[in-house]
């Protein structure tokens, strides 16, 4: 019977609102062969990079873990789960201990993007990576025949203010943040990871807008930045939080380099549009700030 995914559990992270997920083992055979085959005589099971990916419009849980884009969220001899919720044929999902879980112990997780849209919902992705306890033990577990508790709704967010270099940015339809953790995962004698290190952090915002005189003084090529300022705003009801209320999401550098990447497009029947790259020396999250 089809499943379909629920709430996952990623450390003192509960992830809400996933919208897509996907689990990977990554990895190839080891062929033995004789001296001179042409022909596998027998396959060996070799090193296998176990991850999963997920999709959710819950940013505001994301943003809130302390130092999630400069650390990460690192999880040791606790719990990570992916459910997926068995469906019922001719009704909506079974119930009891009739669902699918995969999980795990150890492992690191971390942004890699968040993506806000104007008037769309804000998403933010993510990547888990899964250590084994001593290279040996296999890192995920299958489980069947487990029950599920209920789901929960936290918020929507969608595209705030947006200022670079103090100015204000108008007509903005799109603001992408890139973390940019670079990870080194290691193997020591068996299949499965036992050491995963953050090597380096180059993160980066990318505004789109059709103000294509915004920051005009930057020219075509790079230009200093000094600060960048991206808010995600939280909806409510017909409406939205109000900006004083410390319910929003914001995305910070104090310091950087501009580089105005492209103006597209323009036909009579479209805008142009001028994207903005800005590559800042820290990276600031927070999932609970007034909009100033």
Same mark, same amino acid.
């Given at each position: ?17 996933? +919208?897509?997920?996907?689990? =990977?083992? %990554? #990895?190839?055979? !080891?062929?033995? $062969? &004789? ?122 967010? +969608?595209?705030?203010?947006? =200022?670079? %270099? #103090?100015?204000? !940015?108008?007509? $903005? &339809? ?119």
């Amino acid at each position: 019977m089809p499943n379909a995914l629920s709430d996952a559990t990623l450390g003192s992270l509960t992830l809400l609102q996933v +919208t897509g997920a996907d689990f =990977s083992a %990554n #990895g190839d055979p !080891i062929p033995g $062969v &004789t001296t001179s085959g042409i022909d596998v005589a027998e396959y060996f099971g070799g090193p296998v990079d176990l991850r999963a990916s997920f999709t959710t419009e819950d940013i505001a849980s994301v943003c809130a873990v302390s130092n999630i884009a400069t650390a990460g969220l690192t999880v040791s001899a606790g719990t990570i789960a992916i459910p997926y919720r068995l469906r019922a044929n001719l009704s909506t999902f079974a119930a009891g201990s009739s669902h699918y879980i995969l999980s795990g112990t150890h492992g690191m997780i971390y942004p890699t993007s968040f993506n806000i849209p104007s008037g769309g919902s804000a998403t933010a992705s993510l990547e888990c990576i899964f250590v084994s306890s001593d290279g040996a033990t296999v890192p995920v577990a299958v489980n069947v025949s487990q029950a599920l508790g209920s789901e929960a709704f936290n918020a929507i967010h +969608t595209l705030g203010p947006v =200022s670079i %270099n #103090g100015t204000t !940015i108008d007509k $903005v &339809t799109n603001v992408t943040v890139t973390p940019g953790l670079g990870l080194l995962v290691e193997f020591y004698r068996h299949n499965f990871l036992v050491d995963c290190f953050i090597v380096s952090r180059r993160p980066m915002i990318e505004v789109t807008t059709y103000d294509l005189a915004a920051l005009s003084a930057l020219g075509s090529a790079w230009g200093i930045g000094t600060a960048v300022v991206a808010y995600a705003r939280k909806r409510d009801g017909t409406s939205f939080v109000a900006d004083a209320t410390a319910e929003h999401c914001s995305f910070t550098f104090a310091d950087g380099i501009i580089k105005p990447v492209m103006i597209s497009g323009g036909a009579a029947s479209t805008h142009a549009s001028r994207t903005l790259r800005f590559f800042g020396e820290a990276l600031v999250v927070s999932g609970a700030t007034a909009i100033t």
